[in-house]
């Protein structure tokens, strides 16, 4: 299989990806500009009062991305196949050392678990269309697959990184059901699963976000001297069309304004207008997104673009509603937008990869994997 072989033009459908990608990019470098100086002057940055540090890093990630995505754009996608195994095994290599030895263990820029979340993704598709009827089969399929997921996902608990390994699993049940699974093989999986992470949430150190949750769901977040508190009154000052670009106070104040916070200072800035123009770009994002998996020439392509796709869509909704007080405020970063380098790489690449499954012609011959 040639790297380039039986490769097209883009469809409709991944231009239009391509485009709100773009959009989101540029939103985010903008944002990260405005809201993140206040960070470089507080006492919690070490930029030695370097105002632009975080943007030319964030700028500096963006050029990566940029020439990951187009290198995976004209790379023939299909020819991860031949590389299972070792993808595999990068993705082992990276989470079973992060999980006995903390998440950033490779320092804030080099935060491998973005890739190991990429190649995960990668190989759950290529073992999910490999197995192609069987999946339905308890025994052959689905326990298998269950198995795989839950040791993926259980690992990245153990960082402690809840919300990905809950934003992993929802993506794999996604993955597994475009693959073919029956939906009464789902339905009590993530039945059985919800109370177990629950449980699991409270029993590491996210019982405290839970409790405060809940203490600002009921008694009023603007009374509350907290992280979402202050999220909830810079969009609350933004009003219907934001106080101007740069103007933000909140940006002063909220913990990381310009990486999981973001969002607010959007809503602070930009008002109304500027907060639901940003969820229509990433429903829009979304929709083509799923537009490219319907369109996909083979199983792989579709599931791995579904993977994707869910991937960054429901990582936009889990921050954008931690930061509305919707649920606990999670900490994940609002993809595309928020200032880090390695989840812009990556979901870069994973654009790529998306917008080459777009560009492709004819089926995959999918060999034997693990």
Same mark, same amino acid.
């Given at each position: 299989m040639s790297l380039l072989n039986k490769q097209g033009r883009l469809t409709p459908a991944s231009i239009r990806l391509l485009l709100a990608t773009l959009a989101l990019l540029l939103l985010g470098l903008l944002m990260v500009y405005s809201a993140s100086y206040g960070y470089a002057l507080s006492g919690y940055s070490d930029t030695a009062g370097d105002l632009t540090h975080f943007f030319k890093r964030q700028l500096v990630a963006a050029v990566m991305g940029l020439v990951l995505l187009v290198g995976f754009t004209l790379l023939d996608y &299909?020819?991860?196949?031949? +590389?299972? !195994? %070792?993808?595999? #095994?990068?993705?082992?290599?990276?989470? !079973?050392?992060? /999980?006995?030895? #903390? &998440? %950033? @263990?490779? #320092?804030?820029w080099g935060?491998?678990?973005?890739?190991? &979340?990429?190649?995960?993704i990668i +190989?759950?598709?290529? %073992?999910?269309?490999?197995? #192609?009827?069987?999946?339905r089969s308890l025994t052959l399929g689905f326990l298998p697959f269950g198995l795989l997921v839950g040791l993926i996902t259980g690992l990245i608990v153990l960082q402690p990184?809840?919300?990905?390994?809950?934003?992993?699993?929802?993506?794999? @049940? /996604?993955? !597994?059901? !475009? /693959?073919?699974?029956?939906i009464r093989q789902i339905l009590p999986t993530i039945l059985l699963v919800a109370p177990s992470a629950i449980g699991v949430a409270l029993l590491l150190k996210h019982r405290e976000r839970i409790f405060g949750w809940l203490e600002t769901s009921f008694q009023g977040a603007a009374e509350q001297d907290t992280q979402v508190a202050q999220c909830l009154m810079a969009i609350n000052r933004g009003g219907l069309f934001g106080v101007g670009l740069g103007n933000s106070k909140l940006k002063y104040v909220i913990y990381a304004a310009h990486s999981d916070a973001i969002f607010a200072i959007i809503g602070e800035e930009f008002g109304l207008l500027g907060t639901a123009s940003t969820m229509a770009l990433f429903g829009l994002w979304t929709w083509w997104g799923l537009r490219v998996a319907a369109e996909a020439r083979d199983p792989f392509g579709r599931i791995l673009a579904i993977g994707l796709t869910m991937w960054v869509a429901l990582g936009a909704l889990i921050n954008i509603a931690g930061t509305l007080n919707a649920i606990p405020f999670t900490g994940s970063v609002l993809p595309f937008i928020s200032s880090g380098g390695s989840s812009l790489v990556t979901t870069l690449a994973s654009v790529g990869l998306m917008l080459s499954i777009a560009r492709a012609e004819g089926p995959a011959r999918l060999e034997r994997v693990l």
């Open positions: &299909r020819i991860l196949v031949r +590389y299972s !195994v %070792w993808i595999l #095994g990068g993705t082992f290599a990276i989470i !079973v050392p992060t /999980a006995f030895f #903390g &998440r %950033w @263990m490779f #320092g804030t935060q491998l678990a973005e890739l190991a &979340r990429l190649l995960a +190989y759950l598709a290529i %073992w999910l269309a490999q197995k #192609g009827g069987q999946i990184d809840f919300s990905t390994a809950m934003l992993m699993f929802i993506t794999a @049940m /996604a993955m !597994v059901f !475009v /693959a073919g699974a029956d």
